[in-house]
């Protein structure tokens, strides 16, 4: 990937190229199969955590 690009460790560390092919890629899907790209599990929550 990085050689593709032309980029080096430091510019495009693994931790980058695993979130764009898992969290960036499923929004991406989910916007392009559900209107407006919204989670199919919503849940209405203050940020606490147990």
Do not use: H, Y
């Not at 050689?3 to 392009?32: D, F, K």
């Amino acid at each position: 990937m990085r050689a593709r690009l032309g980029r080096s460790a430091a510019q495009l560390p693994l931790a980058c190229i695993l979130v764009g092919g898992t969290w960036a890629a499923g929004r991406q899907i989910a916007s392009e199969k559900r209107n407006g790209g919204v989670p199919p599990v919503q849940i209405d929550s203050d940020g606490t955590v147990f």
